[in-house]
């Protein structure tokens, strides 16, 4: 099997994997308060003990690109030249919506008061949005590549080759 068939077959999995790494690490110091994998923050969950629990809401970016990466998956194992345009704009969405998250999470830290809250996104969030970037890459140039293969096999480019 080629590597061209096998890549996305394999990236859109690793990405759907990254999401149960950790995604976002909350940290007051060197204590951490939270550790958060990417199903946690498409899902929501509670952080805290006792009366210091507080619902974390799903978070719509994050959604959105777990939503994304099962469509590539999916879209992995079509070979039409249409699936693989649609996988491109699947990647791309999916790159978008994590850049989207960090800008979510880094406008909602808390600067007053006399703590300071540390949000850090962690290995998930980087193994995903690498993932989708290598996946625009991939597909991007894979569809340049065979509309150049096309245009050197259309009739009116082998004529002008024998002239």
Not at 47 to 61: A, F, K, R
């Amino acid at each position: 099997m080629k590597f061209k068939s096998l890549f996305p077959k394999i990236s859109f999995p690793v990405i759907l994997i990254a999401f149960l790494l950790p995604f976002v690490l909350v940290k007051c110091g060197d204590t951490t308060i939270a550790r958060l994998n990417g199903i946690d923050m498409v899902t929501g969950t509670h952080v805290g003990e006792g009366e210091d629990v507080e619902q974390i809401q799903p978070n719509l970016y994050v959604l959105a690109a777990f939503v994304l990466a099962a469509a590539g998956l999916v879209l992995a194992f079509l070979k039409k030249k249409e699936a693989r345009i649609a996988a491109l704009a699947v990647s791309i969405l999916g790159l978008l919506s994590l850049i989207g998250f960090y800008f979510d999470v880094t406008g909602q830290i808390p600067g007053k008061g006399k703590m300071i809250i540390i949000i850090s996104l962690g290995i998930g969030y980087y193994i995903a949005i690498i993932g989708f970037l290598a996946n625009s890459l991939f597909f991007g140039f894979s569809l340049i590549k065979k509309d150049e293969q096309a245009n050197l096999d259309s009739p009116i480019e082998q004529e002008k080759a024998k002239l």
